[in-house]
């Protein structure tokens, strides 16, 4: 089946440095592109979708800002986390559209991060 | 609009017996379901999906599910659980575009 890579898979970082989490699709080409956030034990939660060469869409509630999101190529996005705060700790996952196979998500292996 | 309601949160089992998870969904046009089951601090791990064809799909790890269009559900199963079964797993639906909704999840314990 088709892949998708996160880098880096956990990352510690001080509260007011950005993150940046990449997001790949290493064997097929992914117009759209998501990204979700999951607390302990529950649900992911979208953040945005990504359309390569267009600007993000935000899910309501999520600042734009705050969650910078780049879907520069059809194989990789990116989310940055600007001026991260402990409230920003969390595990963070993307996911990727394949359109040769009904569109079918295909998810990155996620990635922990913890603002100290 | 779409949904999908995951009504338990915990299932338990012991080993060896069948398990259900239940997932009913709500969403415009033909659905496109699927599961997914995720191990502590890891990423979705696709499990089987239903996009058109027979209503009982098989899929990894012995587990199947059955799509009925009537009770909009679809139910996981499997007949004989494992203790290493136990994970979080998710019920997704979506029409023809790519953007999924989950359900809250379903913590799943196989006892010994």
């Known amino acids: 089946g088709a892949v998708v890579s996160q880098h880096p898979s956990w990352v510690i970082c001080k509260s007011g440095t950005s993150v940046k989490i990449e997001c790949r699709s290493l064997?097929?080409?992914?117009?759209?592109m998501f990204w979700y956030r999951q607390f302990p034990k529950q649900s992911l939660m979208l953040m945005a979708t990504s359309n390569e060469g267009s600007k993000a869409t935000y899910e309501q509630g999520v600042e734009k800002d705050k969650f910078l999101i780049n879907h520069a190529s059809l194989t990789l996005s990116t989310l940055t986390v600007t001026s991260a705060h402990p409230e920003d700790s969390s595990f963070y996952i993307c996911?990727?559209?394949?359109?040769?196979?009904?569109?079918?998500?295909?998810f990155g292996p996620g990635t922990r991060l913890t603002v100290l | 609009a779409q949904s999908v309601a995951q009504p338990e949160d915990q299932v338990n089992v012991a080993e060896g017996n069948p398990l259900t998870v239940k997932c009913t969904y709500s969403?415009?046009?033909?659905?496109?379901l699927f599961w997914y089951v995720q191990y502590p601090n890891r990423g979705l791990q696709f499990l089987l999906k239903?996009?058109?064809?027979?209503?009982l799909v098989k899929g990894s790890y012995g587990f199947e599910a059955e799509f009925n269009k009537s009770q909009t559900s679809f139910h996981l199963k499997k007949p004989s659980a494992l203790v290493s079964d136990s994970a979080l797993y998710f019920c997704?639906?979506?029409?023809?575009?790519?953007?999924?909704?989950f359900g809250d999840g379903t913590t799943l314990t196989v006892k010994p």
């Open positions: 239903y996009i058109t064809g027979d209503n």
């Open positions: 997704a639906v979506r029409d023809k575009e790519p953007k999924s909704t």
């Open positions: 064997d097929f080409q992914a117009t759209t």
């Open positions: 969403v415009s046009g033909n659905p496109y």
């Open positions: 996911s990727a559209a394949d359109r040769g196979s009904y569109n079918e998500q295909f």
